[in-house]
């Protein structure tokens, strides 16, 4: 088998993901076009260097990289395939069950699609994060479907190749429950937690200390994506926030009620969250040199 | 009104608050004597230079800084006050309204007792994290009884100065609201987070980001001095983890059932915590140099 080449590549959508994309494809040689509907986007990924205005006098691309929210995927998958703008499709968005249903719903070419979820590093809110790097060593998942031919798959792995990232292919529904417990219910108890220091003096806030804002941190991300991430993978994420809501409501009463048996009962919750601290500390160090330890870029 | 030189100190508690005062104390030239009812723990910090185990033959000390868990901090004020120990006393302890309360009820000498939480950077797990700078810049919370004399806060402020931080009087209930806001409610939600992964497969692990590290990492802390500092801080804390789970559990059911206005409804609480977020960035950006950019001491 000869690794497949991708010399050309269209990306639609200039967000962070998208452009990061492309500025790693420019930068190993694909001829990368850029389509975003807000232009100011698309002048901003042009800028970056991270390709050029796509022009319907192109050929159809190697691959194109759909890079919108979730909810917008399969509308411009369909779209992108009536015009016949790519040989392969594929995309970025972090949920996959309802995008791969609804893809075969709307009958979109199956054939030329591989549904995809890069995992970069910690999104820092706006476009401004975008990095040809911000792939190197992460986790790249597909979800193929079960027709998915090779030729298909073989591109999708080649823009991941050029990305600099890890395949990984997990079912749909697998990587939206891990999404759920990983990201998007994370992601929402940031927010929560956040919600109450809006109102809070700056004076008792200087009190906070780094655990606090690191914890936190996630909830400066633009909340309309993540309003949209988040319902596009419901079911999963509300199964995280029950549990969770039980853990605390439990933990409330147990110091309520508790009186002197309080310590011992919450220690058996903190010891299970320190194990499982540990667990996700060891998994990290199994990962490559670009987050093993310091999180800096190899 | 001149600064009140203190030339003598003793530090009962060994852990990290503890070494750290000590070191910060010995490094500023007072002459500190140390406590531990762990001999190793005693040693260790005498290892690190934090000052000299402490022997009956030693005149009573300008301060003694009780640094232990805070279900122990009374105790140990009366025991060491009946020894006359000290002229005054202070205490490390993360929560203050049932302390102040306690030493009341147990008849310790207020008059020479002044409540004390110096708040640190964010806490390595074990004793290896003490360090002289661990206070420098940071704030350092009393809370004085009305009937404290001016010697006392004066003695109690200069221990605060040596170790360069710095000083913010509170009412003990309004520090616990604080400190369970910011820190006990926060560590406990941590720790549930974390609960899940100690079983997970440290292939699904890998996929986690940064962020998701960064929110558990206070769950590799101790659970034993954390279930005694929840459980002492146990209404306010309960109240905060109450209100979470009840954000938790809304948020879930607009997932369920919002269907196509669940985007919507989420985007109200992800922009509150997006504002809670920045006011939380922006207290920071008002303080000292220390922890004001890097996190790194000065």
């Not at 590093?121 to 027709?147: K, N, Q």
């Not at 409501?249 to 009620?257: F, G, K, M, S, Y």
Request: aromatic share 4%.
């Amino acid at each position: 088998m000869t690794a497949t080449t991708l010399r050309t590549a269209l990306v639609i959508g200039c967000g962070t993901a998208g452009t990061s994309v492309a500025l790693a494809l420019t930068g190993a040689g694909v001829d990368v076009a850029l389509l975003d509907e807000d232009p100011q986007a698309l002048a901003e990924a042009v800028a970056l260097g991270a390709g050029t205005g796509w022009t319907p006098r192109r050929p159809p691309a190697g691959i194109v990289v759909i890079a919108t929210p979730p909810s917008a995927v399969v509308d411009v998958l369909h779209q992108a395939q009536s015009r016949g703008l790519g040989h392969v499709y594929t995309d970025t968005a972090g949920t996959k069950e309802i995008i791969c249903a609804e893809a075969e719903l709307r009958g979109c070419d199956l054939k030329g699609y591989v549904p995809g979820h890069p995992l970069a590093g910690p999104d820092a809110p706006g476009r401004a994060a975008a990095d040809a790097g911000r792939f190197t060593g992460r986790p790249w998942v597909l979800c193929p479907y079960e027709t998915t031919p090779g030729w298909a798959l073989e591109t999708a792995a080649a823009l991941i190749g050029l990305c600099g990232a890890r395949r990984l292919d997990l079912e749909p529904h697998v990587h939206d429950r891990v999404a759920a417990e990983l990201s998007h219910g994370p992601h929402l108890v940031a927010a929560a937690l956040a919600t109450r220091f809006a109102r809070s003096s700056t004076a008792l806030l200087g009190l906070a200390d780094d655990a606090l804002r690191d914890a936190v941190r996630p909830a400066g991300g633009d909340p309309w994506p993540w309003g949209d991430v988040l319902a596009h993978n419901a079911g999963p994420v509300a199964d995280v926030l029950d549990r969770l809501a039980g853990q605390l409501t439990r933990a409330a009463a147990v110091l309520r009620e508790g009186a002197g048996s309080a310590p011992l009962e919450l220690a058996v919750l903190l010891e299970q969250g320190r194990q499982g601290q540990a667990a996700l500390e060891e998994a990290r160090e199994l990962r490559t040199p670009r987050d093993a330890r310091t999180g800096d870029r190899v």
